[in-house]
């Protein structure tokens, strides 16, 4: 969201549960929370991604955990309820957007989440004292598109000097048919840290550059969590579909 310009926020309640909201600024979807059950995770692409985060580490142990864009604040909710004693932070970039998310959806009591008001370009720099973070979870859009800076090696490398030893970043990525978002987030990991293990998941159709949609791409810079690709392709939703390696090479740039 861009602060200083009027939006029309507004929460929907979801026909599929009692307790269910979905988040719509200027009539697009943000985020879902279902404040009963944080855990369920509506979303297809929040949901692969919540599959990433329990990989990480032992199933349960707490996590220091990074949210560059806040939304509903879903992802950080899953991680209080998923992983106790968790310390967490979250950027947003828009103060009246925060405000009313937490007025209709107070965070759980106990859950140790810090909320930094300001754009994430600007802030990552600040946060060198909180480091390092277990997961960086990046999701920044204004409606459907992302800022400029997201596809940059100099952001994706201020993210990934923040990941701690065996640590995650995990970048969200809303596609239009055929890749092209993808191709330029994976080209700015890879100039940030040559070294780094990347996967990529999302539903096949849009993995083939059918079709448009959401894909999670990670980057590991100590090398991916053990049958990482196996759960996700076993945990959907599906069809899901899960690049590494020489496939993923060949999804992205084709024969060489």
Known sequence: MEPGRQHRIEFEADIFS?????????????????????TRLFFEYVRRIGHVVDAIGLPGSPLHALHLGGGALTLARYIAATRPGSRQVVVELDPELLDLVLARLPLPIGADIALVVGDAASVIGDLASQMPFDVVIVDLYARLEPPAFVATPSFMSGCLALVAPGGLLTVNVADAAGLERL??????????DPTAELLVTADASVLSGDDEGNAVLVAAPDGLPGRLAERLAANGPHPAEVLTGARLDFALWGAC
């Not at 009692?18 to 944080?38: C, E, K, N, R």
Request: glycine residues 6%; negative net charge; charged residues 25%.
């Open 18 to 38: 009692a307790t269910g909201l979905t988040l719509l600024v200027d009539g697009t979807a943000q985020s879902h929370v279902d404040p009963d059950d944080p």
């Open 183 to 192: 191709r330029a987030q994976a080209r700015a990991v890879a100039r940030a």
